[in-house]
């Protein structure tokens, strides 16, 4: 494959030198696979070839050319460019070189990787995993809200048995009313309610394990968060449009995008929604799509209409590439692999926000869409039960915050101003 990639006969010679040499064409080939493009090939063939050079000057052999010598490698190229030695960019001499080395350990040419030295578990690190448990097995609680529960558990117990054994039935209401009152000072809106809910169940974990008495939970003071203090951060029907009107194009990226934006901006998706998305949820005969909630673990299912679905089939056709995976969206660059985490759909629509020109802040992203969908569907006369049904809320409550931005009937039961003008 090496010779459809380069035409000169030195290149070729020189891709063939030892102790590489012998396996530069696997590496080529691999590459292919997984659908790297030649430009780039070609890019991680001469860093390969570069790093063979280097391998024979220092008179390593092929058994050491692993992650350590790669390492080395890649730290002298650092020290040459700050010296100003060389006027490539590091990355550029060094990509592709971790790849190589998965070949070269694939074909036993090189010693197994050492697994890698972990201290064993603290008492505490062994106590929140079991904390842990407690939040999936009998709360319930998805991964998410373990994780910020478990951070949040692990402060106070390392603040207060710093010095000492992980011993709960030392610890006072004073010590857990300071430690939440101090937490809450550091966040805004209903997250100052997290760190009072995070204690509170820690606690009631503790008691159920015998190891506290049953009403320490009372000392875990309850933080104010209005509910309706701010309204939600959505944008108007013509922004949304705007939004989508400048999102176009026939490449593979546009695509992908456009389809993205429709889930959030049409169904109100939640951007983990639009990314755990599998192919297998959408049924195309009956026009519907099938959302697994990870939030509340529910299952809702949702109308395809002709504009996401158009929108859906054109990325799948033309612009998703080739793979084995059944997620729907996948990265817009080689080897292809799925989106991962809430943070790609929301940049997406971040970047699609401030395209647009529509006033963009660090509150606004994946999520305002969700806020216009409902916010419209509200104006527009349709029940709050019906819009939690789309959104999938699971209590009315949380559908009732987008009544304040019916402005329209606010406004007919609004009390005129104590000496305002009529």
């Known amino acids: 494959m090496i010779e459809t990639l380069f035409a000169r006969a030195d290149v070729i010679t020189r891709f063939q030198q030892p102790p590489l040499g012998p396996h530069m064409e696997?590496?080529?080939?691999?590459?292919k696979q997984q659908n790297y493009s030649d430009n780039t090939i070609r890019g991680y063939l001469r860093s390969a070839a570069r790093f063979n050079i280097w391998l024979a000057?220092?008179?390593?052999?092929?058994a050491e050319a692993d992650e350590n010598a790669v390492s080395r490698y890649t730290d002298t190229l650092k020290n040459a460019a700050v010296a100003g030695e060389q006027s490539a960019q590091f990355p550029d001499q060094a990509g592709g070189l971790l790849h190589l080395v998965k070949i070269l350990?694939?074909?036993l040419l090189l010693t197994p990787a050492a697994p890698p030295v972990t201290a064993p578990p603290t008492e505490c690190e062994r106590w929140l995993g079991c904390f842990d448990q407690y939040l999936e097995r009998v709360i319930g609680a998805a991964p998410?809200?373990?994780?910020?529960?478990?951070?949040?558990?692990?402060?106070?117990?390392e603040e207060r048995f710093r010095k000492g054994p992980l011993n709960w039935s030392l610890i006072t209401a004073e010590e857990i009313s300071q430690f939440v009152t101090k937490e809450a000072a550091?966040?805004?809106?209903?997250g100052r309610k997290v760190p009072s809910v995070a204690v509170r169940a820690a606690l009631r974990f503790l008691v159920a394990s015998g190891v506290l008495r049953d009403g320490l939970q009372a000392a875990v003071p309850t933080m104010r968060a209005w509910k309706h203090a701010v309204l939600p951060r959505n944008i108007t029907k013509d922004q949304v449009d705007r939004v989508l009107a400048d999102c176009s194009g026939d490449d593979p990226k546009a695509l992908r995008n456009l389809a993205i934006l429709l889930l959030l901006a049409k169904l109100g998706l939640r951007a983990k929604e639009v990314v755990r998305l599998e192919l297998g949820a959408i049924d195309w005969k009956e026009g519907r799509l099938l959302i697994h909630a990870?939030?509340?673990h529910s299952e809702r299912a949702l109308p395809l209409s002709h504009e996401v679905g158009s929108a859906l089939a054109a990325y799948l056709i033309q612009g998703r590439p080739k793979s084995t995976s059944r997620r729907v969206f996948l990265t817009s660059q080689a080897p292809f692999e799925p989106l991962v985490g809430a943070s790609a759909v929301s940049m997406v629509a971040k970047r699609a926000l401030l395209r647009s020109g529509v006033?963009?802040?660090?509150?606004?992203?994946?999520?305002?869409?969700?806020h216009s969908v409902a916010s419209e569907m509200v104006c527009r006369g349709v029940s709050f039960k019906e819009v939690a049904d789309v959104l999938g809320h699971e209590s009315l409550e949380t559908t009732a915050i987008y009544a304040k931005l019916d402005l329209k009937a606010l406004a007919q039961v609004a009390l005129p101003w104590a000496g305002g003008v009529r």
Do not use: M
């Open 57 to 62: 000057e220092n008179e390593l052999s092929l």
């Open 105 to 107: 350990r694939r074909n």
């Open 359 to 370: 006033p963009s802040g660090p509150l606004l992203g994946a999520h305002t869409f969700r």
């Open 144 to 157: 998410t809200t373990r994780n910020i529960y478990r951070r949040i558990v692990g402060r106070f117990a």
């Open 26 to 31: 696997d590496l080529a080939v691999s590459l």
């Open 294 to 296: 990870s939030k509340n």
């Open 186 to 190: 550091t966040r805004k809106g209903f």
